[in-house]
């Protein structure tokens, strides 16, 4: 089994900056994308960001330029970096990620339980 657990959201003043969390764990041989998606209320999720293991990063067009993904693959976790936060971030966000588990290998596409993020003044 593979196991997503997400953190960091909260209720934050427009204007305003938080950073997300997902850590991954079991038995993982390697992970190739992560990305992170965000669902609002009586919206379809949406992607927000993406990042390769080879470094390569994308972004939605309402995301770009405020936020910034990275990832820590020694630590098996990708973070969501977002800055100058607009009511319209308002939403549950969530980490996928998409690998290879270990022993028996074969690939996964998990996601994290999600964390809500309030933009609010």
């Known amino acids: 089994q593979v196991q997503l657990v997400e953190s960091g959201g909260g209720l934050v003043q427009p204007g305003g900056s938080l950073r997300l969390s997902c850590v991954a764990s079991g038995s993982i041989a390697s992970i190739n994308d992560m990305a992170w998606y965000r669902q609002a209320p009586g919206k379809q999720r949406e992607l927000v960001a993406t990042?390769?293991?080879?470094?390569?990063?994308s972004y939605a067009a309402s995301a770009k330029g405020r936020f910034t993904i990275s990832r820590d693959n020694a630590k098996n976790t990708v973070y969501l970096q977002m800055n100058s936060l607009k009511p319209e971030d308002t939403a549950v966000y969530y980490c996928?990620?998409?690998?290879?588990?270990?022993?028996?290998?074969?690939?996964?596409?998990?996601w994290g339980q999600g964390t809500q993020v309030t933009v609010s003044s």
């Open positions: 996928n990620v998409r690998g290879v588990r270990a022993v028996p290998y074969y690939l996964f596409d998990q």
């Open positions: 990042a390769s293991s080879g470094g390569t990063t």
